[in-house]
C-alpha cells in the first residue's frame, strides 16, 4: 500500500494477512498499517480476530508495553492513544507490536505481530528568519545589487513536505525591476527609477510580496513582505533646447515689457523643477533686465537706449531644485545660458532723416576715433532727443 493512501483505506482493503498461526488462527485486518501523524485519539487502525473461534468470546492483549496504542480486549479493535507528532524526535517512526489472542476461556494463545508505520502529514509551513523586511535604497544602486537573502526552513521529516521553494508575486509595474533566484532578491535587470510619475503615485516605494512553500499536498505556504523605499538622486543635469539665446528689445520700452524666454527641462523628479537667475553679463548698472526665476521669461527693468548700449550678453544660471535626497545645495547642479539681447530702435525712428543722419555721424566719428587712437568713450555723445 503507498504510504500516502492513509489511514482511510483500511477500511476498503478486503484481504486479510496471515503472519502467525501456531494454535489458533490469528489475523489482522491491514498488517503493516501506515498512520498519519495527527490521528485523532480513538483512530482505528486494524482489527486482530481469531479466526478459528469466530462468535465464541476471545480476549486480546499487547504483550509489550505501549501507551501509544490501544487494544480493545473483547473485540481486538487496534485504535490511536493520542495524536502522534511526527517532527517530534522523541516520537517513533515506526512500532512492531506483539498481539496476543486468547480464546475457549483462554485455554489457547497465540501471538502475531503488528506492524505500525508513522507516515508524516505535511503539518509545517515553511518559516523564515524575518516575515518583513523594510529596507531603503537609493535610486542610482546598481543593477544585481541584493536585496535580501531569505533563511526559510520547514520542519516536515519528509520530502517533499520540506522542499521549500520561492516565488516572486510581481505586478506589472516592478515586474522587470527585480529577479528572485531560490532564495536571493536581486535589482535588475532593469534598475530602479525614482524619476516616474507612476512611481510617485505609489509614494515611491515597492512593496514585494514572496510566497514560501513547501511541495507537499494540498502545498503550504507563507508570505515575506518586502517594502523597498527608494530615495531619491540628482542624476541630471539641466538642459536648454539651444547653449545660446538671442532675443530684442525695442528701446524704449515700458518696465515688464518681455524680452524672451529661456526654457531649460531637467529629467529628474520633480521634473523640470528649476530656478533661473541672471548670474553676469553686462546687464547694466542699475540692471536693464531681470529674469523670473520660475519661468525663465527675461524682462525689462529699466528703459535701455539703443545709442548708449545696443546690445547685450547676459548670462543665466540655470539651477534644478530638491532633485536629491540630500538637502540642497550639496548636489545641486546647474546649467549657463548664454543670452545676446539686441537692442532695436522703432522703424519710424530709424528711417528718419535725423535719425540716418546721426548714424551717419556716428559711423563717421568712431571711424576718426579709431585713426586718431581717441579712446571710444571721449568720442562725440549723440543722443536721440537732441536730434529733430
Ligand atoms: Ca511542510
Ligand atoms: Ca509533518
Ligand atoms: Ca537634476
Ligand atoms: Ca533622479
Not at 341 to 357: D, E, G, K, R, S
Request: proline share 6%.
Amino acid at each position: 500500500m503507498a504510504q500516502s493512501d492513509g489511514f482511510v483505506l483500511v477500511y476498503h482493503l478486503s484481504y486479510a494477512l496471515v503472519f502467525s498461526n501456531i494454535v489458533a488462527d490469528i489475523q489482522i485486518l491491514i498488517n503493516p498499517v501506515n498512520l498519519p501523524e495527527n490521528s485523532l485519539p480513538g483512530t482505528e487502525l486494524s482489527r486482530a480476530y481469531d479466526k478459528d473461534v469466530a462468535g465464541k468470546p476471545n480476549a486480546y492483549r499487547f504483550l509489550n508495553k505501549t501507551k501509544d496504542f490501544v487494544i480493545d480486549e473483547n473485540f481486538g479493535d487496534v485504535t490511536v492513544a493520542y495524536p502522534l507528532d511526527y517532527e517530534d524526535v522523541t516520537t517513533p517512526k515506526s512500532w512492531v507490536l506483539y498481539v496476543r489472542v486468547y480464546d475457549n476461556e483462554r485455554t489457547h494463545s497465540t501471538t502475531g505481530t503488528f506492524t505500525v508505520i508513522l507516515q508524516d502529514v505535511n503539518d509545517n509551513p515553511p518559516r523564515c528568519s524575518q516575515d518583513i523586511y523594510v529596507i531603503e535604497l537609493p535610486e542610482n544602486i546598481p543593477v544585481d545589487t541584493s536585496l535580501v537573502s531569505l533563511t526559510c526552513t520547514d520542519l516536515d521529516g519528509t520530502i517533499p513536505n520540506n522542499n521549500v521553494t520561492y516565488h516572486l508575486i510581481k505586478d506589472t509595474f516592478s515586474n522587470k525591476t527585480f529577479t528572485l533566484t531560490k532564495n536571493e532578491l536581486k535589482i535588475g535587470p532593469m534598475h530602479l527609477d525614482y524619476d516616474n510619475s507612476v512611481f510617485s503615485e505609489m509614494d515611491f516605494k515597492y512593496t514585494l510580496f514572496i510566497r514560501v512553500s513547501d511541495e507537499g499536498i494540498p502545498a503550504l505556504s507563507t508570505i515575506i513582505r518586502i517594502i523597498l523605499r527608494v530615495s531619491r538622486i540628482n542624476e541630471h543635469s539641466p538642459i536648454g533646447t539651444m547653449m545660446a539665446f538671442t532675443f530684442s528689445v525695442f528701446e524704449n520700452s515700458p518696465i515688464d515689457t518681455l524680452v524672451g524666454k529661456i526654457t531649460y527641462t531637467d529629467g529628474d523628479w520633480p521634473f523640470n523643477n528649476i530656478q533661473y537667475a541672471i548670474v553676469g553679463g553686462n546687464f547694466g548698472i542699475p540692471p536693464k533686465f531681470y529674469i523670473e526665476s520660475d519661468s525663465g521669461m527675461i524682462k525689462l527693468l529699466n528703459s535701455v537706449d539703443r545709442e548708449t548700449v545696443s546690445q547685450y550678453k547676459i548670462a543665466v544660471r540655470i539651477t534644478d531644485v530638491a532633485n536629491d535626497a540630500l538637502p540642497d545645495p550639496i548636489r545641486q547642479r546647474s546649467s549657463t545660458a548664454q543670452v545676446t539681447i539686441h537692442v532695436l530702435c522703432h522703424f519710424a525712428v530709424c528711417q528718419h532723416p535725423y535719425h540716418l543722419a546721426l548714424e551717419r555721424r556716428v559711423r563717421h566719428l568712431t571711424a576718426l576715433a579709431m585713426e586718431t587712437k581717441i579712446p571710444h568713450e571721449s568720442s562725440e555723445h549723440w543722443d536721440n532727443n537732441n536730434i529733430g
